[in-house]
């Protein structure tokens, strides 16, 4: 007869611990961090496809490192808890507090009862009217929430990331300021000297305060290049929509800003609620998930998935 | 940082049901059809596929059905090409049930998404659900696929959602919507129209639906034409309502009084845009003051 061997509780869930952060800490970094006109997040990412920072709802935002199909999973989901949140109440009671949630429920179920933890760290992030009412939750595999207050770094070396831009982070940084930051810090990642990170390997998206309703931007290479090259206090356009030279739609939707401001003059109420505005996302291509980008990336232990 | 495992306890909702993380469809309807289906408009307990139980019930009994629900009326949409292409779509302000105005300051215009418009007529309630229903789910598409549909994608998703109301145009609270578009890759607006079992038919310049349409359809071949600018279509739609206000009793007429005036909404290359009111009331008076000009008796 045989026996199962014993193993303690503790030892399991340290394995599983072990398990997960060793997933996520092959993964790139993601900065979240707020600046004077919202909710900023900056990823280096290559793929101009498979997002690692997307749109949950109007003011909400959703980032993620660890394992591209299990993050992915969770954002639809996170999309369709809002969506049908909003629907069945109204889109004012979608919360990102109530999405945390949800996101604990299922990565706290999933680390204690599956055979394997999910190899992620979420970052959900509501801009609210003032920056007082802004939230940054992140979420660890294993369920914990944290509420963050201004600025948060998850994957590799978060820890060490996180320092730098703690020391580097004030509350009213313009979005040039605060996206500087964030390269700097993506960019001393690995442990020798400091790389510059290209405009073009970077996925930055924003939420605004001063959209009227998807608050949710991405920032298309050439705004970025604009945004990091400028000096300290130069600063056009930054946190208005309506300013043509500073940021400015994404290149599908070119009129968006104005026409989004224009609306919200004309007629505030009922419009504003009934759907305006698509500029928040930028059409990118078919995404069809995981598979492809696999190849692609490195692989890890679990054979040809992607682990960032 | 405050680390509280496994959240905050509080109103617990536990954790999500499997459905949301099921690998599935973008679409929003079939989401909710699957694990909501109480709350699909017009659903009578029904799921996907399931027969409401009450349709063809009382199929004739549509009068009944008209004092009891709002109405709504008059859409028209008008294509113009000028130097941008696009369409534009008005809808008069009233809602009737039965005899009586039920609501002089409706809107029965509304942003599909970016790049569309849908306008209802028929019974209120559901067409506006129906509406709200169909807003999300193009946006729910957006979010999950990160591209947009094409513009006959919408439309044809339009029909599909207006077929889940068969059972209740049955018992005659029908919805007739009007969808028009700008479409990004051949650069020009486009107008779909439906009828109450969800055949989608593209129109050709102009359209209209709902009572009135009959006189606004009329107005509107006497008045369109091929070089229409933005500002020409926008004249055109809104003389095209006031000819069916002039004689369908169920759609309202410019209200000075009140200062309610159509909704006009155009939709370019630049995306959806409504009217300002007061550009509206100016487009309005000065179509009756050309009336009163030619003093004519119609």
Same mark, same amino acid.
């Given at each position: 007869?045989?026996?199962?061997?014993?193993?303690?509780?503790?030892?399991?869930?340290?394995?599983?611990?072990?398990?997960?952060?060793? /997933?996520?800490?092959?993964?790139r970094s993601v900065v979240v961090l707020a600046y004077d006109g919202g909710i900023a997040f900056a990823t280096e990412n290559p793929s101009r496809a498979l997002h690692k920072i997307s749109e949950i709802y109007d003011r909400i935002g959703f980032a993620a490192v660890g394992k591209y199909n299990e993050f992915e999973n969770l954002r639809v989901a996170g999309v369709r808890y809002a969506d049908l949140r909003g629907y069945t109440y109204d889109r004012s009671d979608v919360t990102a507090r109530g999405l945390a949630n949800a996101y604990a429920q299922i990565l706290g179920t999933v680390f204690i009862t599956e055979s394997k933890p999910l190899e992620v760290e979420l970052v959900v992030a509501e801009v609210g009217r003032t920056a007082e009412d802004d939230q940054i939750y992140r979420l660890t595999y294993d369920g914990t929430v944290a509420d963050e207050h201004g600025h948060v770094v998850m994957g590799g070396q978060a820890e060490q990331l996180g320092r730098k831009v703690g020391?580097?982070?004030?509350?009213?940084?313009?979005? /040039?300021?605060?996206?500087?930051l964030a390269v700097t810090v993506l960019g001393?990642?690995?442990?020798?000297?400091?790389?510059?990170?290209?405009? /073009?390997?970077?996925?930055?998206a924003v939420l605004e305060r001063s959209r009227p309703r998807r608050a949710f931007r991405r920032l298309t290479k050439q705004t970025l290049t604009e945004l990091l090259a400028q000096e300290q206090g130069a600063e056009p356009g930054t946190g208005d929509p309506g300013e043509p030279g500073g940021v400015a739609a994404p290149q599908a939707v070119p009129a968006a800003p104005e026409q989004a401001e224009k609306e919200d003059q004309t007629e505030k109420d009922e419009q504003a609620e009934k759907g305006q505005g698509a500029e928040g996302t930028e059409p990118a291509g078919g995404t069809e998930p995981a598979g492809d980008a696999g190849s692609a990336e490195d692989t890890g232990p679990q054979g040809g998935s992607p682990q960032d | 940082m405050d680390g509280f495992g496994g959240g905050?306890?509080?109103?617990?909702?536990? =954790?999500l049901p499997d459905a949301f993380l099921r690998p599935g469809s973008s679409s929003f309807v079939e989401f909710l059809a699957e694990h909501a289906p109480d709350r699909l408009p017009g659903a009578v307990g029904a799921g996907p596929g399931g027969s409401a139980g009450t349709a063809g019930v009382g199929s004739g009994q549509g009068g009944y059905h008209h004092e009891l629900a709002p109405h709504a009326t008059t859409i028209v949409a008008v294509a113009f090409d000028g130097e941008a292409g696009g369409v534009v779509m008005a809808g008069d302000r009233r809602a009737t049930a039965g005899p009586m105005i039920a609501s002089r300051s409706i809107e029965k215009v509304f942003p599909a998404d970016e790049y569309s418009a849908v306008g209802i007529a028929g019974a209120a309630g559901i067409g506006i659900e129906l509406v709200k229903l169909y807003q999300l789910e193009l946006e729910h598409y957006e979010k999950i696929e990160g591209s947009l549909l094409s513009l006959e994608g919408k439309a044809n998703r339009l029909a599909t959602?207006? =077929?889940?109301?068969?059972?209740m145009a049955m018992q005659g609270l029908t919805v007739v919507p009007l969808f028009a578009g700008y479409d990004l890759e051949r650069g020009e607006g486009r107008i779909f129209s439906y009828d109450p079992t969800g055949g989608c038919y593209e129109? =050709?310049?102009?359209?209209?639906?709902?009572?009135?349409?009959?006189?606004? =359809?009329?107005?509107?071949?006497?008045?369109?034409?091929?070089?229409l600018d933005a500002a020409g279509a926008v004249a055109v739609a809104v003389e095209a309502l006031y000819d069916a206000a002039d004689d369908d009793s169920a759609t309202g007429g410019p209200d000075t009084v009140r200062r309610i005036f159509p909704v006009v909404a155009t939709v370019t290359a630049d995306?959806?845009?409504?009217?300002?009111?007061?550009?509206v009331a100016a487009v309005a008076e000065r179509i009756a003051a050309e009336r009163r000009e030619r003093g004519s008796l119609a």
């Open positions: 007869m045989n026996m199962p061997f014993y193993v303690s509780p503790e030892q399991l869930m340290k394995d599983r611990a072990d398990f997960a952060r060793k /997933g996520i800490a092959r993964g020391e580097g982070w004030r509350a009213d940084m313009t979005l /040039g300021e605060a996206l500087r001393s990642s690995d442990s020798g000297t400091p790389r510059t990170i290209e405009p /073009g390997q970077l996925e930055v | 905050p306890g509080g109103r617990g909702q536990g =954790r959602m207006l =077929r889940g109301n068969l059972p129109e =050709r310049e102009h359209h209209a639906v709902g009572s009135g349409s009959l006189f606004a =359809r009329g107005a509107m071949k006497k008045l369109w034409r091929r070089d995306g959806y845009s409504r009217l300002p009111g007061d550009d």
